[in-house]
Nanobody, 124 residues
């Protein structure tokens, strides 16, 4: 069992930046692929970014590529999402997830564990 807790969300103006954190506890963190998803009101949950268990491989959705950076610190069992050049379209609840896989996972159904989410609001 893995518990995930997100933090770092908030209100920011267009063009601003935020860094989300996802703290993991429970079973060993190092063997899990990790990812970020988001869900805007009235829309389906969508993939944002993913990182392999080693941290060597990452993958981004086309919407955030070049603006967001995913990373992880295995020493502290924490994953991050650095978000730059934020746009109103990035407004959503952001969720972190963990899956029992060493590579990169891009589909929500591949993930076993989910956090409670953190709200990101970008004002125009």
């Amino acid at each position: 069992q893995v518990q995930l807790v997100e933090s770092g969300g908030g209100l920011v103006q267009t063009g601003g930046s935020l860094r989300l954190s996802c703290a993991a506890s429970g079973r060993t963190f190092r063997s899990y692929a990790m990812g970020w998803f988001r869900q805007a009101p009235g829309k389906a949950r969508e993939f944002v970014a993913a990182i392999s268990w080693s941290g060597d491989s990452t993958y981004y959705s086309d919407y955030v590529k070049g603006r967001f950076t995913i990373s992880r610190d295995r020493a502290t069992n924490t994953m991050y999402l650095r978000m730059n050049s934020l746009e109103p379209e990035d407004t959503a609840v952001y969720y972190c997830a963990a899956g029992e896989f060493q590579g990169v996972l891009t589909e929500a159904k591949q993930y076993l564990y989910w956090g409670q989410g953190t709200q990101v609001t970008v004002s125009s």
